[in-house]
């Protein structure tokens, strides 16, 4: 939007006293010509140091050192003031003794756990190497049993004068078949789980072996043999079946020790995760009490000049809100199991002070965390903020040129670049919206340059080489349309335009015109279309 410029105002003002002294308005002109015009945007500014940061308490106590003064330079890290620490020293210990505790309870936790995998393995290892060995001689009897019977009934249905043969043949088979071996049997079966053998049947076998005479009473002996041999026969197929349900019951149990270890390699697991959990929590808080020892000395955020911040705003934020988020310290002693409060290890809010503090900064001035003590600014570069009203900000670009006219220094030639547009505008006295411009600006400060000094600012939004360029008082708004009048003959006729940029003083414009052209400039509101001008 351009504006009317003063010296417009003040021509019209004279162009009508003119006309009311001798009714004829006078008129200036000018020609057009081509010529480079400069397009401006201006706003009010203020200077401010290209960073700022403050140093905060990190926690409440008292100054016990300051190491610097207000106009130091200082570099990022150096130390500016150092805080009492009484109280951290304390608080380190109890870390400690958390921290210790913690791992004494690890080593605790790490051997309650009751594992019965060797004990169930020993009890297998035992029964493997006992049972089948008896079921092993126990078949070896029973099959020596039966060979020994066939052999004798083969004997007896051959002839009866092998009746010593037969004898001698029943007389070793009945020693070989141990009584106690087949009470050994009948507990081994038990202990296994699997259905007894029948012992009996077996006893009365050998039994019968005993008592069968030898002589003429061949069927009665054939008779008896042939039952031994079937019992003899039905002890071997027992005795089969023992063995496959003692390989099933065995394999049970393998499978029954497997994954009671693999249950308490589980728990140990669980129990060893739980134990690294506390210990890391505990090291955690003897951590931040550690760090709370180092921030002792309050050092400089950033390189530039050192200003002591005279009035305290109060703390910030006290706790663990000073140790950079570490969390919740008092809700550790849950995950140690009852290892005391860990909360007290944290800094209370406002320890060693409360409230705001008034006055300078001193040693013995009690701080509380998160208060404001010392400030520093990067002088080494200046940045201009600017105030931009709504109808000229949509001009306003990064990169563009400004110039500063520095209020209290005039002599001064400041100059920057746009480097930052507000998106979101303030409020002006009038209502309207100001946007907020931040501008860089060139080359190394003068050291006359102050924080806060406002300054005039023209922003080079448009610089063009026109063609066609009219002085902007030759320039009239009318019916909406920028016009002006060339004088031809005489005689005033409108010429629409367009107006491609407009400086201070020139303006280049788009129309039906002419370089050389004569336009007016001093009377343009008091004339029409078609009116004869003055000679």
Do not use: H, K
Not at 73 to 85: E, F, H, I, N, T
Not at 334 to 347: C, S, V
């Amino acid at each position: 939007m351009r504006r009317v410029a003063p010296a417009v105002v003040l021509a019209a003002a004279l162009v009508l006293a003119a006309c009311q002294a001798d009714e004829q308005p006078v008129v200036e002109t000018a020609e057009v010509v081509r010529a480079e015009v400069v397009q401006t945007v201006a706003a009010s500014a203020r200077l401010a140091p290209r960073a700022m940061a403050t140093a905060v308490a990190p926690f409440g106590a008292e100054v016990e050192d300051i190491l610097v003064a207000d106009g130091d330079v200082v570099s990022a890290g150096d130390p500016l003031l150092r805080l009492a620490g009484d109280p951290i020293e304390g608080r380190i210990a109890r870390a400690e003794e958390a921290l210790a505790a913690a791992e004494e309870l690890g080593d605790l936790a790490a051997g309650a756990g009751v594992d019965l995998a060797p004990t169930l393995g020993a009890f297998r290892s035992q029964l493997d190497t006992t049972l089948p060995g008896l079921i092993g001689t126990l078949e070896q009897q029973a099959q020596a049993t039966s060979s020994a019977l066939g052999a004798a009934i083969a004997g007896v249905t051959d002839t009866a004068a092998a009746g010593d043969e037969l004898a001698d043949a029943l007389a070793a088979a009945v020693e070989d078949v141990d009584p106690d071996d087949l009470a050994d049997l009948a507990d081994a079966a038990e202990l296994a789980g699997v259905d007894g053998v029948d012992v009996d049947a077996l006893l009365a076998a050998q039994e019968a072996l005993a008592a069968a005479p030898v002589g003429p009473d061949v069927d009665g002996v054939l008779g008896n043999l042939i039952e031994a041999q079937q019992a003899a026969d039905a002890a071997q197929r027992q005795l089969a079946g023992t063995r496959a349900q003692f390989a099933e019951a065995s394999r049970q149990l393998a499978a029954a020790e497997q994954d009671l270890s693999a249950s308490t390699d589980a728990t140990e697991a669980a129990q060893r995760a739980a134990v690294e959990a506390q210990v890391a929590q505990a090291e955690q808080a003897l951590q931040a009490a550690e760090a709370q020892l180092e921030e002792r000395t309050v050092v400089a955020p950033i390189g530039g000049t050192v200003e002591f911040i005279r009035d305290g705003g109060g703390g910030a934020g006290g706790g663990l809100d000073a140790l950079g988020g570490l969390g919740d310290l008092g809700g550790l002693a849950d995950g140690l199991g009852g290892l005391g409060d860990l909360g007290d290890l944290a800094p209370p809010a406002n320890a060693g002070g409360g409230g705001a503090r008034a006055g300078a900064l001193e040693v013995g001035t009690a701080v509380s965390a998160g208060e404001p003590l010392v400030r520093v600014y990067d002088l080494g570069r200046f940045t201009a903020e600017l105030e931009v009203d709504e109808l000229d900000v949509v001009e306003v670009a990064l990169g563009q040129e400004v110039t500063l006219a520095i209020d209290a220094l005039p002599a001064l030639d400041v100059r920057g670049t746009v480097e930052r547009v507000a998106l979101a505008p303030t409020r002006d006295a009038t209502g309207g919206s100001l946007y907020a411009v931040g501008v860089a600006l060139d080359g190394a400060p003068d050291p006359e340059l102050r924080i806060g000094l406002t300054a005039a600012a023209e922003i080079e939004v448009r610089r063009l080489d026109g063609d066609l360029v009219v002085p902007t008082s030759a320039l009239l708004r009318r019916g909406g349309q920028e016009v002006v009048y060339r004088v031809e003959d005489g005689v005033a006729r409108e010429v629409p335009v367009t107006v491609a940029a407009i400086g201070d003083i020139d303006a280049a414009v788009e129309g039906d015109l002419e370089v050389g052209d004569e336009v007016v400039t001093l009377g343009v509101e008091l004339i029409e279309d078609g009116d004869e001008l003055p000679g």
